[in-house]
C-alpha cells in the first residue's frame, strides 16, 4: 500500500513500525498533541499536507480531523537529531486538537502531588462527536 522511500528509511521506526509525532502550532509554538505515525501515515501527511497518524487503540490509520473538521494543516514534517521522533508543525483548524474539546491534549498540570485541570473545554466534544 505504502511505498517505501530513503527519506522514511531514515527514521528509526520501533519494533511495532511506529514513530511518535509531536503536533506543535506553527505560530505559537504550543505543543498540541503528541500521537504515533506508521509509514503509510508519515507518507500520506508529506502528500496530503494534513496531518495522518496511527491509532494504537483503533489500530488503523485515522486523518486527524475527518470527523470534527478539526484538521492539521502541515507547514513542516522535521526528524529529530536521533530521528526517532517527528514534529510536525501545524496550523490547527478550528483551534482545537484535543478530542476532549480542548486547544491541546496537555491539559492537566502537576501541582502539590496531584493532576490538575487547566485548560477549558472549547467545544463540546458531544456536540463534536455524538459522545464523549
Not at 494543516?73 to 496550523?91: G, M, P
Request: proline fraction near 2%.
Amino acid at each position: 500500500m505504502a511505498k517505501q522511500t530513503a527519506w522514511q528509511d531514515a527514521v528509526r521506526w520501533n519494533a511495532d513500525g511506529l514513530v511518535p509525532a509531536i503536533a506543535q502550532d506553527a505560530a505559537t509554538h504550543r505543543v498540541l498533541t503528541l500521537a504515533w505515525m506508521n509509514r503509510q501515515a508519515l507518507e500520506l501527511t508529506e502528500a496530503t499536507r494534513e496531518a495522518h497518524y496511527w491509532s494504537r487503540s483503533r489500530a488503523q490509520l485515522w486523518h486527524k480531523g475527518e470527523r470534527s473538521g478539526h484538521v492539521q494543516r502541515v507547514r513542516e514534517i522535521r526528524l529529530d537529531c536521533d530521528r526517532d521522533t517527528i514534529l510536525l508543525a501545524v496550523e490547527q483548524v478550528g483551534g482545537i486538537a484535543c478530542h476532549t474539546g480542548r486547544e491541546r491534549c496537555f491539559y492537566h498540570r502537576l501541582e502539590g502531588g496531584q493532576w490538575h485541570v487547566v485548560e477549558p473545554v472549547l467545544e463540546d466534544p458531544v456536540t463534536v462527536y455524538g459522545h464523549e
